[in-house]
């Protein structure tokens, strides 16, 4: 049975936190919603369940939350984690407060964590402050982000309106003579380094439910595996076939990964909203595109990043149009390439990556190795000679797409 059960607000995060898992040390079944039935294949030991629950109407975000609590709970389930993007992607109206608070209450946990922080990708937490790169969070890109900007870098401030408990800093010099709280609260400690990730886990890696991202995740799963039958085992990354590259993040990370496979000469493929809300282009130029393409041997990338002012030109359109839309064509291409016997789908975003998912239909994931931090190659169960890599904007170096296709390929890892 799983000892850890992990309930990510999204499909990228959701994958993000099974990398670290697997990191750590532990075998990993990921799924897309909460299953109907069954569990993991034996000797699965963690479970992710990846939701859609950042954006998601509050009510809904608690109700499924408290669902994947359920399931996990029901697998065994010794421990859950509530993860969420490193940035603390929410405004005073989001559900990361909401969603703690009932998952909380769920399991009686006396307090817990709020731990975002990513080392390994920037992200940091110094006496309650949250740093991206070494810039506070309301500085950095993270204030101009299309659906959850920033203003603040304060984690209680920015808990403070979501949730009906308080948060309080835990310095670092405080974990070793740390005495719990009486009521329940949330927690926020420093967290800069690994080794601040390990004295974390040694510190509460027993308490029934623990929230943050995937920074932790690796850490916990070293001191889980240290009590059950020691690593699990993971599939291999690679596999034969082609392979389809899609990007719909405007992150500066991923428009600068675009850059780089342009810069290499491979071919690309811009989707523009206007164009296609005007009909002067549609969904079938763009796979007519890929399917031309097919016999140069390089993967075909078809994107919608653009730069923030381009992006506000664009919601002037309608911005809930625009991005159903993009999903939806983004759907569609991930489709038409598996039925034309594609094998390899990498995505950038989020969102996008979330419509591939949801257009493929696959339930299950098997988790490989990692491309980047937080990003590893994923085995659909119903699909074991498919390979998914699905990125969350921000993530990834500047080379990301190339070392996708090569770790995917046939000699992969």
Sequence with gaps: MAVLGCIAD??????????FLVKGGMSVCLYNGVPDRGGPAAGTQAIVIALKSRTQETKGAVA???????????????????KYCSTF??????????????LMERVGAPYTLLCPSLPANGRTVEKGELFVNGVPLHRSHM??????????????RLMAPQSRYPSRV???EELEGFRAPESPCYLIPDYATDEDGRRIARAFGKLPLLTGGSGLLEHLAGEWTGETAGKGTIPKSGTRGRALLLAGSCSKATLGQIAWYQAQGKPSYKLDPAALLN?????????????????????????SSDSPERVREYQKLGAGKVAALLEGITAGLAQKAVEAGFTRII?????????????LGFRSYLIGPSVAPGVPVMVPAQAPNIRLVLKSGNFGGEDFFGKALEMTGENGL
């Design 89 to 102: 992607d929410s405004t005073p109206e989001g559900n990361i407060g909401p969603v703690a608070d009932a």
């Design 347 to 359: 995505s950038a975003g989020g969102e996008t990556s979330g419509a591939v998912t949801k257009g």
């Design 10 to 19: 999204d499909f990228t995060g959701a994958s993000d936190a099974a990398s």
């Design 64 to 82: 499924d939350s408290l669902a994947a609590a359920g399931f996990l709970l029901e697998q065994g389930a010794k421990q859950l984690y509530f």
């Design 279 to 303: 009909g002067t282009q549609t969904p079938e130029d763009a796979w007519d595109f890929v399917a031309a393409c097919q016999g140069t041997g390089d993967a075909v990338l078809v994107y």
């Design 170 to 172: 835990l310095a670092r």
């Design 143 to 156: 204030k101009d982000h299309p659906l959850t900007p920033m203003g603040d870098c304060r984690i209680d």
